[in-house]
Every structure is written in structure tokens, then in C-alpha cells.
């Protein structure tokens, strides 16, 4: 079973991932329509692509929007499950010896207590998060049992990767979840709201074209809106 799951099926699980991702920013883009939109993308592209990046690198920032700043708790805990949710699965040092034996490279690993804060940090976060939707209204209002779901793919893979670490139980069952919910929660990137892993930065960078374009970015030159 391990072999399976950390060789042909591994690798199945990453090609569907990179592709169904790539359809998904594909479709993004050919979804866009200037007449909609009002946003002349084309012929305005390069002043539009330096507020897309001003408004993706302004957001990503911890406190460098009013948003941001207005919820210091959420901030704090949302960048820090975002954190552990992305460095931890690629600079795991267990990750790293399954990648160079299969394509012969390494990236640096963490070291082992930074790997474990990170990735209580992530199901802490997660709990946090379940937690947030129950007990404000204007989050449970939109939450349906999906985004529960959700939450329950993205933890379950660190959740069950600390039991397999700490062997509080039969390890080789531990691990084997360990890495079932790891390739489920990647093949949920590309078919879930999980997509938003690429589409965030889609939706920030037409937010900028938007404004950088049309909402005065362009105000004193020939724009004609």
C-alpha cells in the first residue's frame, strides 16, 4: 500500500493537481469580458499589470490593508495558517527524501521543531476557524456544511502526520492516512473552493487592473472612461 500510494498513484495525484489548476486560471481569464467588466485589459495591459501586482503584494503584506488591520486576531492567525498550510508540506524533511529519491532533488528542510509548530499552528488554525463560523453570524450565515468539509481536508493531513510522528498510535496505520488525506486535499485544490490557492491571485490582480485602469488609475491621460 505504501508504495502504491507514494509512487503511481503520487504521481497521478500531482499531474491531475497541476493540471486541473492551469484549467482553472485558463478559465478565469477567457471568463473575463472587457464589455462586462469595463475594464479595457488589452490595450491598458502594462499600466494594469503594475497595480495587479501592487494589489496582490499590498494583500499578501500582514496589516497592509484597512482589512487587514481592522482584525488583528483573524490577521494574525490567518497568515499563520496559511504559512504553515503552504512551507510545511515542501520543506518537510521526510518530504524531501521521498523527492530526491524519485527525481534526485532536495530542497532545505526544516528543522524538525519549526516543522512541528507549523503544523500545530495549522490545526490549531483550523479549529479557529470552525470556531469563527459558529460564533460570528455574519461568517455562519454563508457557511454551509461544504466549508466544514473543507476545513476538515486541509487539517486532516497535518492532524494525522502528528500522530504518525509522535507514534501515538500504530504508526504504519498514521502514516498511511498521513498520506491518503495529503493526496486528497491536493487533488481538492483544482475541483473546490481550495482552487482559490491560484485564483486568489487571479481575483487580486483583476481587482487591480480595475482600479489601476478604470477607478481613476488612469485619471489625466486619454483614457476615455
Same mark, same amino acid.
Given at each position: ?9 503520487? &504521481? #497521478?495525484?500531482?499531474?491531475? =493537481? ?18 462586462? +467588466?469595463?475594464?479595457?485589459? $488589452? /490595450? ?17 503584506? !500582514? ?8 482584525? /488583528? ?13 503552504? %512551507?510545511?508540506?515542501?520543506? #518537510? ?10 527525481? *534526485?532533488?532536495?530542497? /532545505?528542510?526544516?528543522?524538525? *521543531?519549526?516543522? +512541528?509548530?507549523?503544523? &500545530? =499552528? %495549522? ?23 461544504? +466549508? ?23 504508526? +504504519? ?6 498520506? #491518503?488525506?495529503?493526496?486528497? &486535499? #491536493?487533488?481538492?485544490? !483544482? ?5 482559490? %490557492? ?5 481575483? $487580486? ?9 478604470? $477607478?481613476?488609475?488612469?485619471? *489625466? ?5
Amino acid at each position: 500500500m505504501y508504495d502504491l500510494l507514494t509512487g503511481p498513484l503520487l &504521481w #497521478l495525484v500531482f499531474i491531475v =493537481t497541476f493540471v486541473g489548476l492551469i484549467v482553472r486560471v485558463v478559465m478565469y481569464i477567457r471568463g473575463l469580458n472587457w464589455k462586462l +467588466d469595463r475594464v479595457a485589459y $488589452r /490595450p491598458h495591459l502594462g499600466h494594469g499589470l503594475k497595480h495587479a501586482a501592487r494589489s496582490i503584494v499590498f494583500f499578501l503584506i !500582514p496589516f497592509g490593508t484597512h482589512s487587514w488591520r481592522s482584525r /488583528p486576531l483573524f490577521t494574525i492567525l490567518f497568515f499563520a495558517f496559511h504559512i504553515g498550510l503552504l %512551507v510545511t508540506p515542501i520543506f #518537510l524533511e521526510a518530504h524531501n527524501v521521498m523527492l530526491e529519491k524519485s527525481l *534526485g532533488i532536495r530542497l /532545505p528542510g526544516l528543522p524538525a *521543531g519549526v516543522a +512541528d509548530m507549523l503544523a &500545530w =499552528t %495549522v490545526v490549531v488554525g483550523g479549529l479557529f476557524m470552525v470556531l469563527r463560523r459558529i460564533a460570528f453570524s455574519d461568517v455562519r450565515i454563508l457557511t454551509t456544511a461544504y +466549508d466544514y468539509i473543507l476545513i476538515v481536508i486541509s487539517v486532516a493531513p497535518f492532524a494525522t502526520g502528528l500522530i504518525a510522528r509522535y507514534e501515538l498510535g500504530n504508526y +504504519d496505520f498514521w502514516l498511511i492516512a498521513h498520506i #491518503l488525506t495529503g493526496e486528497i &486535499w #491536493l487533488l481538492a485544490l !483544482p475541483f473546490t473552493k481550495l482552487s482559490h %490557492v491560484v485564483l486568489f491571485f487571479m481575483s $487580486r490582480m483583476q481587482l487591480g487592473m480595475d482600479y489601476g485602469i478604470k $477607478r481613476g488609475g488612469m485619471k *489625466g491621460t486619454s483614457m476615455s472612461w
